[in-house]
């Protein structure tokens, strides 16, 4: 079955630390791999996606994601986190055969001063 | 440039209601998609449509049922509401032809049934 898996439901850090939050998907031949980042009470912003190309993926607001294809991960990092960065985020996978988009559950991140 | 809007922002029904949400996409955008996303849990996929036909669907009952019209802007129904049904509900846009596998979101429409 497609599925996308956020390991972590809630991860707390200190602020100007680094951060890392793992996702990991079912395997496909072709997928496309995104992050999207929800403040309360908001919709979703993309962050950052994969589409082709190197699997190094720089998005907004200083973060970056790598696409692992072996391990079949797409973990999302950030090396120095602000206070403005709490928030929920989620990772999600389109599949090449669908149109649809799979979300997974969401990690909380939550900023420590 | 217009995002993604969605109407109402709040919506209070009862059991057994119906209800209709709608949805304006991106300036340029042609094809919807709306997704459910219960408290605490991630959006689930509930259709797409694309020149005013439904072009894929998820696991979602027959209760659910949605409409696009000419101008590219959607509507979401939803029939005998459940107290189940009490969530957030957002709208997507994005471009076909283009890069189609970036959907855009809006604020969402907050339904709570009673």
């Known amino acids: 079955a497609q599925s996308v898996t956020q390991l972590d439901s809630q991860v707390p850090v200190f602020e100007e630390a680094p951060v890392e939050l793992r996702c990991n998907y079912s395997?496909?031949?072709?997928?496309?791999l995104f992050w999207y980042v929800q403040y309360p009470n908001q919709g979703l912003q993309l962050l950052l996606k994969y589409l082709s190309g190197s699997t190094l993926v720089k998005g907004i607001n200083g973060f970056e994601a790598e696409f692992n294809k072996s391990q079949t991960s797409f973990h999302l990092r950030k090396p120095s986190v602000h206070i403005s960065d709490t928030a929920e985020y989620f990772c999600?996978?389109?599949?090449?055969?669908?149109?649809?988009?799979?979300f997974g559950s969401g990690t909380r991140l939550s900023i420590r001063p | 440039d217009a995002g993604v809007t969605q109407s109402p922002t709040h919506l209070i029904k009862t059991r057994g209601q119906q209800v209709t949400l709608r949805c304006s996409p991106k300036?340029?955008?042609?094809?919807v998609s709306w997704y459910q996303q219960a408290l605490g849990q991630g959006p689930q996929f509930i259709f797409q449509?694309?020149?005013?036909?439904?072009?894929q669907r998820g696991n979602f009952p027959d209760r659910f049922s949605g409409h696009q019209f000419p101008n590219y802007s959607s509507e979401l129904n939803v029939n005998a509401l459940l107290l189940g049904d009490s969530a957030l509900y957002l709208c997507a846009s994005s471009l076909a032809g283009g890069d189609t596998d970036t959907q855009y979101f809006g604020p969402g429409t907050r339904l709570t049934v009673l």
């Open positions: 300036s340029g955008h042609d094809t």
């Open positions: 395997s496909s031949v072709s997928v496309y």
């Open positions: 999600a996978v389109r599949y090449s055969s669908a149109s649809k988009i799979i």
């Open positions: 449509y694309y020149e005013e036909e439904e072009r």
